[in-house]
């Protein structure tokens, strides 16, 4: 079974302030399928990165992907008030999505 | 601009089956991609339930396999669940959501607002 741990549970920053974010494979994930969204309350998952550091239309530049094998991270550099959210990462692995637990950040 | 749209019943009975559907519009189910549910619990994370292609091959979460049914309705542009001998814990917003690649790359691109389904008697 793929697991994917993300960390920290909650993060606590400040506007303006730098979020990183983990993603953690249980086995080496191909990169390829290796996705993160963003959710506020109320709201359906928005994607912000995919194939672990390609950016999605409209998405900016303050938010980066990066990593391989079993580490995966997103950054966000000057974080924005409506940067407060949950972030999920994803994996697709033996025919099945995966997605991690998720990271609150908060203010 | 794609747009997904979930519907179906509020509330089912346990032991009953949820049965949810997903429209789409600004795409074809029949043309390409693959379309996919997703849940998630009050107060959880996501779960991914399963798929199905354009041409109605599937592939289902082990931790439901036995229990759903996605399938395809191209006359309408939609695509369904049917979710089996329903429980407490499949009390959840249930989204779709239309999977999408490039350069070889996955995943899921537009989602639907959300369905949330309560199982209670």
């Known amino acids: 079974e793929f697991v994917l741990t993300q960390s920290p549970g909650t993060l606590s920053l400040s506007p303006g302030e730098r979020a990183t974010l983990s993603c953690r494979a249980s086995?080496?994930?191909?990169?390829?399928?290796l996705t993160w969204y963003q959710q506020k309350p109320g709201q359906a998952p928005r994607l912000l990165i995919y194939?672990?550091?390609s950016r999605a239309t409209g998405i900016p530049d303050r938010f980066t992907g990066s990593g391989s094998g079993t580490d995966f991270t997103l950054t966000i550099s000057g974080l924005e008030p409506e940067d407060f959210a949950l972030y999920y990462c994803?994996?697709?692995?033996?025919?099945?999505?995966?997605f991690g637990q998720g990271t609150k950040v908060e203010i | 601009q794609v747009q997904l749209q979930e519907s179906g019943p509020g509330l089912v009975k346990p032991s009953g089956t949820l049965s949810l559907t997903c429209a789409v519009s600004?795409?074809?189910?029949?043309?390409?991609?693959?379309w996919t549910w997703v849940r998630q619990p009050p107060g959880k994370g996501l779960e991914w339930i399963g798929e199905?292609?354009?041409?109605?091959?599937?592939n289902y979460n082990p931790s439901v396999k036995s229990r759903v049914t996605i399938s395809l309705d191209k006359s309408k542009n939609q695509f369904s669940l049917d979710l089996t001998s329903v429980i407490a814990a499949d009390t959840a917003v249930y989204y779709c959501?239309?999977?999408?690649?490039?350069?070889?790359?996955?995943?899921?691109?537009?989602w639907g607002q959300g369905i949330l389904v309560t199982v209670s008697s």
């Open positions: 959501a239309k999977d999408a690649t490039s350069s070889g790359k996955w995943y899921f691109d537009y």
């Open positions: 600004g795409d074809s189910i029949s043309r390409s991609s693959w």
């Open positions: 199905i292609s354009h041409s109605g091959t599937t």
């Open positions: 086995q080496s994930a191909d990169s390829k399928y």
């Open positions: 194939g672990a550091s």
């Open positions: 994803q994996q697709y692995g033996n025919s099945v999505w995966t």
